[in-house]
């Protein structure tokens, strides 16, 4: 298998059609994962199947990245300014989604349709507690392209933004939760009831423990240095996250949470912060990007995408609901701007990003195998809807409100 062939046909099919997505005024995941599907060795045949057995590597570096990014967005000056407004919208609107979903999937899976599987009542927790932590996250890169396109100004695109950046976080926390309870719910060994509350806060409080020590490793290794080159500093960043992924899965605690802590560290502690954050969106952020939604779109199985369809727009109706609704509430008692309270939650629709990763994450877990198809297809089917039709959207929302 000549895997550098193949690596260069996966990394250059995914740009180009990423070029073409914006093209036609559409994100750039849209095009990356279309390039996957495109790809997919179920479709044409062009990359082995044997390959994706060899992507893991890529896909948790890329997610090291990109969880380290979203916990640089926790600048301590920056979530004191934020206001209570924000606070309120995102903890309603991503916890809600997250309930909503899983309880409308509750009902969904043991009365109506299972895609196929034989679904035991373990299963049916573990897919839609799964499913409701994956309801949580917001890519705000839709929603940044129409403001910027279309020049908007005003308390609801300002709202809007905030909001995106803080609610990766939450969900990110529903995630490691409710992977904790589907593997108690789908393990076939005796298991005392509290153990996945132990295991979830070890996992948490690990996680963040690894995060925080390797954040401030590596806040003084740079300045120990003083190697404030953009070649250094690339070489900084990619080896002191793959220590921290790396320590973290060692230790059976949470990667993610620990990429994500060190992170927050990093741009509240390191006096070169702007610059590393600046580098990884300039120089390594596109390559990240155009890698891993690429593969994630190879990884789509076409079979259960077939028998899935209701099950995403079931998934695409609880999150919509979870998130108007979570709006609402959080606007109402933070007594927000009526335009913002009207409005905002259609700025919030767009999803990708993270949750693709997330998602690709139960690929990796035994005890999950059995249900991870179904939710990959889920998840890669709702991110294009919601991705297709999240710009227009929220073009409609600000528009409404007289921003643009």
């Not at 996680?207 to 925080?212: H, L, S």
């Not at 240095?225 to 220590?243: N, Q, W």
């Not at 995408?305 to 108007?324: D, E, H, N, P, Q």
């Amino acid at each position: 298998m000549n895997a550098l062939l193949f690596s260069g046909i996966i990394i250059f099919t995914g740009f180009l059609f990423g070029e073409l997505a914006e093209l036609i005024k559409l994100p750039k995941v849209t095009g990356y994962i279309i390039a996957g599907i495109v790809l997919n060795p179920q479709l044409f045949g062009i990359i082995p199947n044997n390959l994706l057995q060899h992507t893991q590597v890529i896909t948790n570096f890329s997610l090291a990245f990109i969880t380290f990014s979203v916990g640089g967005n926790l600048l301590w000056t920056k979530v004191k300014a934020m206001g209570k407004t924000v606070l309120w919208i995102t903890i309603f609107e991503s916890e809600l989604a997250f309930i909503i979903t899983f309880i409308g999937f509750v009902i969904y899976f043991t009365f109506f349709d299972n895609a196929g599987m034989v679904l035991t009542s373990g299963l049916i927790i573990a897919m839609s507690v799964l499913l409701g932590s994956l309801a949580s996250p917001t890519d705000p890169s839709a929603t940044l392209a129409v403001k910027h396109e279309y020049k908007a100004k005003g308390v609801v695109s300002d709202t809007i933004m905030e909001i995106s950046a803080f609610d990766d976080i939450f969900g990110i926390i529903n995630f490691t939760i409710a992977i904790a309870i589907a593997k108690f719910y789908t393990s076939t060994t005796e298991i005392d009831l509290s153990s996945p509350f132990i295991n979830t806060s070890i996992e948490i409080l690990g996680g963040i423990g690894i995060g925080v020590a390797v954040g401030y490793l590596f806040s003084y290794t740079v300045n120990f240095f003083k190697k404030e080159t953009d070649g250094a500093l690339i070489v900084m960043i990619f080896s002191f996250l793959a220590l921290c992924f790396g320590i973290a899965k060692w230790l059976g605690v949470d990667e993610l949470l620990a990429t994500m802590a060190m992170g927050v560290v990093v741009v509240n502690v390191s006096n070169a912060r702007e610059k590393i954050f600046s580098i990884i969106e300039k120089y390594t952020e596109e390559l990240v990007f155009v890698a891993f939604f690429t593969i994630s779109g190879m990884h789509l199985n076409f079979t259960v995408l077939s028998s899935s369809y209701l099950i995403i727009i079931a998934f695409v109706i609880f999150r919509i609901i979870g998130k108007t609704t979570g709006t609402t509430l959080g606007a109402i008692i933070s007594k927000a701007d009526p335009k913002v309270k009207k409005f905002a939650a259609f700025g919030l629709f767009p999803q990708g990003g993270i949750v693709i990763g997330l998602v690709l994450v139960v690929q990796s877990i035994d005890g999950l195998k059995p249900i991870a198809d179904v939710l990959t297809a889920v998840i890669i089917g709702a991110t294009v809807i919601h991705e297709l039709f999240g710009p227009i959207l929220a073009k409609f929302a600000l528009k409404k409100a007289k921003e643009i």
